[in-house]
């Protein structure tokens, strides 16, 4: 790849879920040949389950993408004990970082990340990748957070109640003209019933950080599942992926749905609040308007907006499907419908958040599998249930039709009930039967008529 052809691109979530393949194929294919492609760990580099963390989104990134990655480890004594190559100290890893021609990093936490960059220097040589336009540098998530000269401290804040301020992020966007503060998991409704938006703050808290911000600044507020792409060749800024792009200065928001292209100066001139020159804008609205309908500046050449569902609206429709299909009591698609979630849990597994609702859909998938085998259950017992109660009667009149002499009579009822699947054996006793199914594998019953 081309030192000046370089992309920035931010991501709101999903990095390594399944809705994002379509464009990491499309970043993949900016670069020239076996690129060298690096995963910084660092923003989870204290997590005590970062080995498996890195080895997921390594897999993802060779099955998905086809792209073959480094580990640049969050520097520590030893190299980890994970198969993979990894790189060990301090100025290898800037000198890694430098050259790459990609470059990922994902979840975690944003002020651990600030930290261990700072001391590090990584930081410069980040924002020195922007300035020179170079290579594809990707920052998802809690890295997305620390690309603004403020950053917000997720974990301290929404985990453990500190009060909300703002850190001194990296400010990669400084160097495009961009004073913001990057929110990534700007539209999360995992709360339910308590506002987790704006990556968890809610709306009071970001109101509260909002005014401490200089004037000539905003909040750049990424969706769920979207992503925001800066090509640094022709500055150009497009929105990709399900949700938007949200410019929000002092409690007013402008939205820039995916699927939007937008020049670079165009967007500088949201963030500081001038009015742009000669281009259309979205639409603007208060973030309490409910409104969702939005204008746009489309560019044919250049939109996309992903298509992949997410894994709750997966499961969702695979509920539905399943419910359906038993109300059917179509057995079959129940079972499908549940070896096909099985397969898109497994797919989502790769995915290096922990938030994403694996636990959920297993649980889901627990239940449908609870539900097919007590209809099972139910159905290996119909014979003896139904069938078993019919036959009581039945094969009481064929008896007093034998005792009578009415042979032949009898001997039509024992037709009838094979040609039905039960099969009679006269003994001295009385009458036994059994239920045959068209396999020839088949249950007995126990009864005997006397």
Request: with cysteine; net charge negative.
């Amino acid at each position: 790849m081309n030192a000046g052809n370089g992309l920035l691109v931010l991501m709101g979530s999903g990095e390594t879920s399944p809705t994002m393949v379509t464009l990491h194929r499309e970043l993949v294919a900016h670069l020239n040949g076996d690129a060298d492609a690096v995963i910084l760990e660092t923003p989870y580099g204290f997590q005590v389950n970062r080995d498996d963390i890195s080895n997921r989104a390594r897999e993802y990134f060779r099955r998905s993408v086809g792209l073959a990655t480094v580990v640049a480890p969050d520097t520590r004594p030893a190299a980890p004990s994970i198969a993979a190559p990894v790189v060990g100290d301090a100025a290898k890893v800037r000198d890694l970082v430098r050259r790459a021609d990609w470059v990922f990093s994902g979840p975690g936490s944003p002020s651990y990340a600030l930290d261990r960059w700072h001391t590090l220097r990584l930081g410069e040589i980040l924002r020195e990748r922007v300035e020179r336009g170079h290579g594809v540098t990707v920052m998802a998530s809690a890295a997305a957070c620390t690309v603004g000269f403020a950053a917000l401290p997720v974990y301290e804040v929404y985990k453990a109640g500190h009060p909300p301020a703002w850190l001194n992020g990296l400010d990669l966007l400084g160097a495009l003209g961009l004073p913001v503060a990057v929110i990534p998991h700007y539209d999360n409704a995992e709360g339910g019933t308590h506002d987790t938006r704006f990556c968890y703050l809610g709306e009071p808290r970001l109101a509260a950080l909002e005014h401490e911000l200089p004037d000539e600044s905003a909040v750049l507020g990424i969706d769920e599942h979207t992503a925001v792409i800066v090509d640094l060749s022709t500055s150009l800024v497009r929105v990709w992926g399900r949700g938007v792009m949200t410019i929000r200065r002092r409690g007013a928001s402008t939205l820039v749905p995916g699927g939007t292209a937008l020049p670079l100066e165009q967007l500088r001139d949201l963030v500081t609040g001038r009015e742009p020159a000669g281009v259309p804008l979205p639409r603007r609205r208060a973030d309490g308007d409910g409104d969702g309908g939005v204008g746009a500046t489309h560019h044919a050449a250049t939109a996309g907006t992903g298509g992949a569902a997410t894994l709750q609206e997966t499961v969702a429709a695979a509920e539905l499907r399943f419910d359906s299909a038993q109300g059917a009591r179509d057995a079959g698609t129940m079972a499908e419908v549940a070896v096909e979630l099985e397969s898109v849990i497994a797919a989502w597994s790769a995915d290096m958040e922990e938030d994403q609702g694996g636990e959920w859909a297993r649980t889901v998938l627990h239940g449908m599998i609870r539900r097919l085998a007590q209809a099972a259950g139910r159905g290996l017992s119909e014979p003896e249930r139904t069938v078993g109660r019919i036959l009581v009667p039945l094969l009481g009149l064929r008896r007093r039709l034998r005792a009578d002499g009415a042979y032949d009579l009898a001997d039509e009822v024992r037709e009838a009930l094979a040609a039905g699947g039960v099969r009679l054996n006269d003994t001295a006793e009385g009458s036994e039967w059994r239920w045959e199914e068209e396999t020839d594998d088949h249950r007995t019953g126990s009864r005997s008529e006397t």
